[in-house]
C-alpha cells in the first residue's frame, strides 16, 4: 500500500516535449534553435549536464547532482550564451560553442561533484536525503559485461549480472557523498535497460 499522498503519483508529460519544441516555446522562440541546438550537441552526453524548464518558464542547461545547478547555460536574444558559475557567483558571454567549451574548463569537474553545503545536507539526519532521493540508472551491455551509470558519474558500474552493475552503482553513490558504503542497500535506485541490455536480457537462460 502506497502510504504517500496520491498527488504525488502524477507525471506531468508535454505533448511536445522534445528537444526542438521545448528550446522553442522556453527558449526565445525559432531564431534561437540554431544556437539551443548547438548547445545540446555539446552538454547532451556529458555527465551531469541536464535540461530543465526553470523559474517562470526559462530553458536552460544545467549541471550539478541532486538538482544542484552549479554551472548554467542558456542562449541569449543575440544567439550568444550566457554562462553562469553559481559557486563564484560570476558570469561571462560566450560567442560559440567553442568559447563555452573554453569556459568550461577548470569548472566542469568541480561542479560534476556535490557542493559543500550539498554534501553537508545529504550527510544530515542519518543520511536521509540519499535515502529518499530516487537515483536514475541506465544500464547497457557489451562485451559480456552490464554497465550501470549514473547521470552525474562520468564512471559507470560492470557487473556480469544486472543486480552487479546495479549495486555497483549504489556503492559509487556512496562513494561520491562521502557515505558509509553500508548504506548502499538502503538507496533508492530506479533503472533503465537500454536496447543493448534488454536484448541481452531476453536471450540469457
Not at 25 to 37: C, V
Not at 77 to 86: G, S, T
Not at 138 to 156: H, P
Request: proline content about 3%; overall charge negative.
Amino acid at each position: 500500500m502506497n502510504d504517500g499522498p496520491a498527488y504525488l503519483s502524477v507525471k506531468v508529460n508535454f505533448d511536445n516535449s522534445d528537444y526542438d519544441n521545448v528550446c522553442d516555446t522556453f527558449g526565445g522562440g525559432f531564431e534561437r534553435l540554431p544556437a539551443w541546438r548547438a548547445l545540446g550537441d555539446l552538454l547532451a552526453h556529458r555527465p551531469g549536464w541536464h535540461f530543465d524548464v526553470v523559474n517562470r518558464g526559462e530553458a536552460l542547461w544545467c549541471l550539478g547532482v541532486l538538482g544542484e545547478c552549479r554551472l548554467a547555460i542558456h542562449v541569449k536574444e543575440d544567439l550568444r550564451f550566457h554562462c553562469y558559475d553559481h559557486d563564484k557567483d560570476s558570469d561571462t558571454i560566450a560567442a560559440n560553442a567553442t568559447e563555452v567549451e573554453f569556459w568550461l574548463q577548470g569548472r566542469e569537474e568541480t561542479a560534476q561533484r556535490p557542493s559543500d553545503t550539498l554534501l553537508d545536507m545529504a550527510s544530515s539526519n542519518s543520511w536521509d536525503l540519499l535515502k529518499r532521493y530516487t537515483f536514475r540508472l541506465r544500464v547497457s551491455w557489451s562485451d559480456g559485461y552490464y554497465a550501470a551509470s549514473v547521470a552525474a558519474l562520468a564512471e559507470a558500474s560492470f557487473g556480469r549480472t544486472i543486480p552487479e552493475a546495479v549495486n555497483g552503482s549504489a556503492e559509487m553513490i556512496c562513494h561520491l557523498f562521502k557515505a558509509p558504503a553500508e548504506l548502499a542497500p538502503d538507496l533508492t535506485l530506479a533503472a533503465e535497460l537500454d536496447e543493448t541490455a534488454v536484448r541481452r536480457m531476453r536471450t540469457e537462460s
